[in-house]
């Protein structure tokens, strides 16, 4: 068990739908990162969240924000959906923003879209 | 543009039968390179970091390897247990973030 908690672990909806994501991340951790995994493409980095700044920004969609709360935690919101967000959403949470600072991931969210 | 290929993209190995997994990579300079191993409906599960050259990293039957363009992920005498995904990833060199770029893996299926 990584620590990091991630809900819904199933998420079945309709195109034109919006949906909130939601992560906890490891104790103690300050980052948060959201990555798409589909099964053409691998693991996708979206955006990075340090201590409830962003930090970095990926290929996310205009259709998908973030944000992580003073508690930490953070959520990912998708909005219009479409068949191709249908995915696995993971986040993933580490101790800062250093180098040596692995990333440790949740089992995800997936996300089908009909 | 960063880029990392990882290769097979698919080993079925005998229990006992040892090899090893390539990631190569091209990187505006190298922070570190991870290694991941990902079961089926699970997120990944950190393995290993690499800093340089010339460096290795040692966990069971696992053992990591890093050159200047590519790392290895040897397995010694495999377990029908060690059957996952392996991903690699990297950390280019530069900015204030740790975000990591991701190879799609090599799935390995050990058999008894």
């Known amino acids: 068990d990584s620590g990091v908690t991630q809900t819904p672990k199933h998420l079945i909806t309709a195109t034109g739908q919006r949906v909130t994501l939601r992560c906890s991340p490891r104790s103690g951790d300050l980052s948060v990162y959201w990555y798409q995994q589909s099964l053409d493409q691998g693991l996708q980095f979206l955006i990075q969240y340090y201590n409830g700044e962003e930090r970095a920004k990926g290929n996310i969609l205009e259709r998908f924000s973030a944000q992580q709360f003073p508690d930490l935690h953070s959520e990912l919101n998708l909005s219009s959906l479409e068949l191709g967000d249908s995915a696995l959403y993971f986040c993933?949470?580490?101790?800062?923003?250093?180098?040596?600072?692995?990333?440790?991931f949740g089992n995800g969210t997936r996300l089908t879209v009909t | 543009e960063d880029q990392v290929t990882q290769s097979p993209e698919a080993l079925r190995l005998q229990e006992g039968e040892s090899s090893s997994l390539n990631c190569s990579y091209t990187v505006s300079g190298l922070r570190g390179l991870f290694w991941y191993r990902q079961d089926p409906g699970k997120g990944p599960e950190f393995l290993f970091t690499?800093?340089?050259a010339g460096e290795e990293k040692e966990k069971e039957r696992l053992k990591a390897t890093l050159t200047k363009k590519e790392s290895f992920l040897h397995i010694t005498a495999p377990k029908p247990e060690d059957s996952a995904t392996y991903l690699c990833?990297?950390?280019?060199?530069?900015?204030?973030?740790?975000?990591?770029?991701f190879g799609t893996g090599t799935l390995l299926a050990v058999q008894p």
């Open positions: 993933a949470s580490s101790v800062d923003v250093s180098y040596n600072s692995p990333l440790h």
């Open positions: 690499l800093y340089s």
């Open positions: 990833a990297v950390l280019p060199g530069g900015g204030a973030t740790n975000k990591l770029i």
